[in-house]
T-cell receptor
Framework: RKEVEQDPGPFNVPEGATVAFNCTYS??????FFWYRQDCRKEPKLLMS???SGNEDGRFTAQLNRASQYISLLIRDSKLSDSATYLC??????????????FGAGTRLAVHP | DVKVTQSSRYLVKRTGEKVFLECVQD?????MFWYRQDPGLGLRLIYF???????EKGDIPEGYSVSREKKERFSLILESASTNQTSMYLC?????????????FGSGTQLSVL
């Protein structure tokens, strides 16, 4: 079983729609959680961190469910520019000065007019 | 803005060749990483370094080595390239004082081994 699993999609949604993706992780000792965004043929960039209490940044809301071991990303009022692959990232443990990041394979979102 | 620069965007090499992938960051970051990204597998960590001349194996170090002679530069070396090393290679850096999980990536090198 993969440490971090995501539905690869694609999720095809019209502009203005609300869309949500989940990501499950297998290590219950996981410490920190993040969403990265990767545009086609570009490098990943940090979108937002996911806190235990949830995190909202404009149209984006991230939630953590430790009991069921998943995190979610909700995008409201989707824009064409939201089309990208969204990578779920988990740190299973904190080891010394280095935080090991485990990346999911990503969920592709395509927003159409 | 942090800048992580990878020397080549596309590279084509032959089986058995020695390949050097170079990465330079301009933000005085302590940590540097090499990942490869393959469809359906996500990013997998090859090697990382948390200080000059220091290196640690990641999850898939076989067939690779690294060099960090200067803080700003982290090189990935394929001693004898093989076709299964065809992939997108991404370099990243992060600061000890920065947020955990915040990596700055280069734009990637698409390596094809024929």
């Amino acid at each position: 079983r993969k440490e971090v699993e995501q539905d690869p999609g694609p999720f095809n949604v019209p502009e203005g729609a609300t869309v949500a993706f989940n990501c499950t992780y297998s290590n219950s000792a996981s410490q920190s959680f993040f969403w990265y965004r990767q545009d086609c043929r570009k490098e990943p960039k940090l979108l937002m961190s996911v806190y235990s209490s949830g995190n909202e940044d404009g149209r984006f809301t991230a939630q953590l469910n430790r009991a069921s071991q998943y995190i979610s990303l909700l995008i409201r009022d989707s824009k064409l520019s939201d089309s990208a692959t969204y990578l779920c990232v988990v740190t299973p443990m904190f080891s010394g000065g280095y935080n090991k990041l485990i990346f999911g394979a990503g969920t592709r979102l395509a927003v159409h007019p | 803005d942090v800048k992580v620069t990878q020397s080549s965007r596309y590279l084509v090499k032959r089986t058995g060749e020695k390949v050097f992938l170079e990465c330079v960051q301009d933000m005085d970051h302590e940590n540097m990483f090499w990942y490869r990204q393959d469809p359906g597998l996500g990013l997998r960590l090859i090697y990382f370094s948390y200080d000059v001349k220091m290196k640690e194996k990641g999850d898939i170090p076989e067939g690779y080595s690294v060099s960090r002679e200067k803080k700003e530069r982290f090189s990935l070396i394929l001693e004898s390239a093989s076709t299964n090393q065809t992939s997108m290679y991404l370099c990243a850096s992060s600061s000890e004082q920065g947020s955990i999980g915040k990596l700055f990536f280069g734009s990637g090198t698409q390596l094809s081994v024929l």
